[in-house]
């Protein structure tokens, strides 16, 4: 049975109702990848010495496959639950037709009506720290970055982005309330194996990639105009749940064939409201009587007000979205907490028929006697500066893109020459834009910063390229050189063309047998190696990542979040925010990172990676 309704619950304050996905399945994904379609480097036919690496790019193709069923709509899966990490990740696959740019990844728990498309290779993982590590690359000191029974779910942010400005996606351009950790988030993707990565019992981690839809909300006053004398764009906020919707038909290496549904049905969600005022009077004067010169009636009420924002999703590939709002409805009140009250919001299948559909509704209350922006604050955030510590990324200067985030609104700045023990200005992104915020906030809500990034090195240079230089392509030639005992040969033709996800890279049904391939399979991954040769051994660093979580310093937990109630007329107070080194295991993926949770760890300057400074002043509006 899929969820109808939920409690109050302001930490949790949306949820997703009559889901296709929840409880779909009694027992969680197998995790067989390898029967689906995934690769091993023993599915190739070596051929030369050089294969014994050409081999490696095997696992390529494909990448990912899907977990069940045999149509794109059966693989169109549901997710939703409460973000541990939300971040762009530092490198990926740079060949076109699997990355437009870099993805970003939402690493989720899934609630438990969900859980079953974590597959049995997605291991829960705890947060305390890991046997330390002694062989290999010997780090000592480690902890997982993700952890808790997570789900990953990816998306292409270059894939919805128009060429003008396919990087770093368009959650760069404009305030799109991006979701990040802490946060619920629900998801539409479509449900794969990642075949890179094996486990050791030879399974696959399951994912929701690419993804289709994406939805969260964030506690944010705002200026309505009901609220305003009727003027849009006022000064006076009041407190409101802005929740925030956005679907693209493009994935990355896979599009979609529309937005609509799997199962036809409109997106609908329950929306938790601010609390409502304890009750706006009015009094009407009603015709007298005989015995009575005048009546007064007393009215109550509390007027729901709305505003939809689509215009700051404009920016976005394909063609213009739909002219059609989303649907809220007033559920009704519970007598036991009267105040406490939901909106149910559907997205018509209407909205839902271009190539993307972005909107940023914002639910709160008419403000009849002032109370509720007497409770709203001014909050002034400013990025002022990073801080490189002493970790070496690489020989000698570095090239860093570093990410920040606070309260869902990202920026992104570039630096060449990176050294040691330097300070960088964060007052302008890479496009010269001021990062200074001003947010309006109740005062019992809290600000809360993000940070991460990478140290870029030669894989990036193959994403800087074009995208017809990055493309992969192959000829019937190429896939003859492939041929096994049993393979016949195509006409012969040396005219190389784009390769296909569907036909050439992700065949189906996937071969069996010895090799374990086919041969356009082995040509493409010979084509990849000769994009990509000068690239191994050379990946992007990750930097070490920062979110408002447990694991987080115990000296910066009070201050990221910070909840802005308290901070009023303390002027302008100065905080920094700081990343440790952060590396991947192996080729797992899964990133490690050093303590840092007790006073002892996170001063250890050997370990700091670098430092954020911000000052916020926190006022009444």
């Given at each position: 049975m899929a969820t109808t309704s939920k409690p109050y619950d302001k930490a949790l304050p949306f949820t997703r109702i009559n889901s296709p996905s929840e409880n779909l399945a009694p027992t969680r994904l197998s995790g067989d990848g390898h029967t689906r379609g995934t690769r091993r480097e023993g599915d190739f036919l070596e051929q030369a010495l050089i294969d014994k690496i050409v081999r490696k790019l095997i696992l390529l193709t494909p990448s990912w496959t899907t977990t069940r069923g045999t149509t794109e709509r059966d693989v169109e899966q549901e997710i939703q639950g409460k973000l541990v990490r939300s971040f762009q990740t530092w490198t990926d696959a740079p060949p076109f037709q699997w990355h437009r740019w870099y993805d970003w990844n939402f690493h989720l728990e899934p609630d438990p009506g969900y859980?079953?498309?974590?597959?049995?290779?997605?291991?829960?993982?705890?947060?305390?720290e890991l046997p330390v590590i002694t062989k290999?690359?010997?780090?000592?000191?480690?902890?997982?970055?993700?952890?808790?029974?997570?789900?990953?779910?990816?998306?292409d942010t270059g894939s919805f982005a128009p060429d003008t400005m396919q990087r770093p996606g368009p959650m760069f351009d404009a305030d799109w309330a991006w979701p990040m950790a802490n946060q619920r988030v629900w998801l539409v993707g479509r449900s794969i194996y990642d075949g890179g990565h094996e486990t050791s019992h030879g399974l696959c981690r399951s994912e929701l990639h690419p993804c289709k839809a994406v939805a969260s909300a964030r506690w944010e006053a705002f200026n309505f105009k009901e609220n305003n004398g009727g003027q849009a764009g006022g000064r006076v906020f009041t407190p409101a749940i802005q929740f925030m919707f956005f679907s693209s038909r493009f994935g990355?290496?896979?599009?979609?064939?529309?937005?609509?549904?799997?199962?036809?049905?409109?997106?609908?969600?329950?929306?938790?409201?601010?609390?409502a005022p304890a009750g706006s009077t009015g009094r009407m004067a009603v015709g007298g009587t005989p015995d009575t010169a005048m009546n007064t009636v007393v009215l109550r009420s509390n007027q729901l007000l709305i505003n939809f924002d689509r215009p700051r999703f404009a920016n976005t590939r394909g063609g213009?979205?739909?002219?059609?709002?989303?649907?809220?409805?007033?559920?009704?009140?519970?007598?036991?907490?009267?105040?406490?009250?939901?909106?149910?919001?559907?997205?018509?299948?209407?909205?839902l028929t271009g190539d993307s559909y972005g909107v940023l509704i914002s639910l709160g209350w008419r403000d009849v006697s002032g109370e509720q922006a007497a409770r709203v604050k001014k909050c002034t955030?400013?990025?002022?500066?990073?801080?490189?510590?002493?970790?070496?990324?690489?020989?000698?200067?570095?090239?860093?893109?570093l990410k920040a985030g606070v309260n869902g609104r990202w920026?992104?700045?570039e630096f060449n020459g990176v050294r040691n023990n330097t300070n960088h200005s964060l007052e302008r992104d890479e496009k010269n834009r001021p990062t200074a915020l001003v947010i309006h906030l109740h005062e019992d809500d809290a600000l809360q910063l993000a940070a991460h990034g990478a140290e870029l090195d030669l894989v990036d240079d193959v994403y800087m390229g074009s995208n017809a230089d990055r493309t992969i392509s192959v000829s019937n030639a190429d896939v003859n050189v492939e041929l096994g005992r049993h393979d016949r040969p195509l006409p012969h033709n040396t005219t190389r063309r784009p390769v296909d996800w569907?036909?050439?890279?992700?065949?189906?049904?996937?071969?069996?047998?010895?090799?374990g391939s086919y041969p356009v399979q082995r040509a493409i991954a010979r084509r990849i190696f000769s994009l990509m040769w000068t690239t191994f051994n050379d990946q992007n660093d990750p930097l070490g990542l920062i979110d408002g979580i447990s694991t987080a310093p115990r000296r910066e937990q009070p201050h990221n979040p910070l909840k802005i109630g308290p901070e009023v007329g303390r002027g302008e107070r100065s905080f920094s925010i700081t990343g440790y080194e952060t590396w991947e295991e192996g080729t797992s993926a899964e990133l490690l990172e050093r303590p840092h949770f007790a006073d002892a760890e996170a001063t250890r300057s050997r370990w700091i990676d670098y430092r954020i400074d911000y000052t916020v002043k926190v006022e009444n509006q």
């Open positions: 859980d079953w498309l974590r597959g049995l290779a997605n291991e829960t993982t705890g947060s305390g290999g690359d010997v780090k000592g000191r480690n902890q997982h970055v993700v952890f808790g029974s997570v789900m990953e779910c990816e998306w990355g290496f896979v599009d979609y064939p529309d937005l609509r549904p799997a199962d036809g049905q409109p997106y609908q969600f329950i929306v938790d409201l601010p609390e213009r979205a739909p002219n059609v709002d989303p649907i809220v409805e007033l559920l009704p009140e519970d007598p036991a907490h009267p105040r406490l009250r939901q909106a149910k919001v559907t997205i018509p299948l209407s909205a955030v400013k990025l002022k500066n990073l801080f490189k510590a002493g970790i070496d990324h690489d020989t000698f200067s570095e090239e860093w893109r920026f992104q700045w569907k036909t050439q890279i992700d065949v189906r049904p996937p071969a069996t047998g010895s090799p």
